[in-house]
């Protein structure tokens, strides 16, 4: 079945630095949504990207879609302490999301 | 408007018992998912209604796990009898349509512990 890997697992950074996780998936995909969990929290929804190569920007955070739509990325520019959590990407195959196993990332100050 | 809702936040059973985790979607929300997490893994689908009907429960893992949503409102997972992989949280979301613009709400999971 479809499968969504992404890296790293975990990352520590010092606050000011910028932070990517990567998002893999074994299939193309029609598009494909980021997600963040605060500590304690549920997942979030934070953008969705549909078009081949899509760039999308919000503040410090940039989302990009990869040309054949089977990877993505986000990059946060100068980490703050509020960016701290796991963020998620979720690929959509059909009518079924897949989620990777998400990105831990703690900030310190 | 009110988030998605579950309940409980936390339960602890023994293996061999049954629990019933419940899930109220946002109002007007006809799509609800059901999703598993297991510490550091991913988010696992688990199952999709559209009001009442099952769209897809290629997800489920096996007949210990039953999921309602009768009259198209709450959910519930129950299951019976509870082995010790059953651990993890359990996340209800709903969205307003299953199309691929739709993004999923999330309610803050029930933590099933098996012991």
């Known amino acids: 079945g479809q499968q969504v890997m992404q890296i790293p697992q975990y990352q520590h950074v010092q606050e000011g630095e910028d932070f990517t996780t990567y998002c893999n998936s074994s299939?193309?995909?029609?598009?494909i949504q980021w997600y963040k969990q605060r500590p304690g929290g549920h997942p979030v929804f934070l953008i969705q990207?549909?078009?081949?190569?899509e760039v999308k920007k919000q503040k410090r955070l940039t989302f990009q879609f990869g040309e054949a739509k089977k990877n993505s990325s986000l990059h946060i520019t100068a980490t703050q302490t509020t960016d701290v959590g796991t963020y998620f990407c979720?690929?959509?195959?059909?009518?079924?999301?897949?989620f990777g196993a998400g990105t831990i990332l703690r900030v310190k100050s | 408007e009110a988030g998605v809702t579950q309940f409980p936040s936390h339960s602890v059973i023994e293996k061999g018992q049954t629990v019933t985790l419940r899930c109220d979607p946002i109002?007007?929300?006809?799509?609800l998912y059901w999703y598993r997490r297991v510490m550091g893994k991913e988010i696992k689908f688990l199952l999709h209604?559209?009001?009442?009907?099952?769209?897809?429960e290629s997800g489920m893992p096996n007949n210990r796990f039953l999921a309602e949503r009768t009259g198209g409102t709450y959910s519930t997972l129950k299951v019976q009898p509870a082995e010790l992989e059953d651990s993890g949280v359990y996340f209800c979301?709903?969205?307003?349509?299953?199309?691929?613009?739709?993004?999923?709400?999330f309610g803050n999971g029930t933590r099933l512990t098996v012991t």
């Open positions: 979720a690929g959509r195959s059909g009518n079924k999301l897949v």
């Open positions: 109002s007007g929300h006809d799509n």
């Open positions: 299939t193309t995909l029609s598009n």
């Open positions: 979301a709903s969205s307003r349509t299953s199309g691929t613009g739709s993004p999923l709400h």
């Open positions: 209604f559209v009001k009442e009907s099952k769209q897809d």
């Open positions: 990207l549909v078009k081949s190569g």
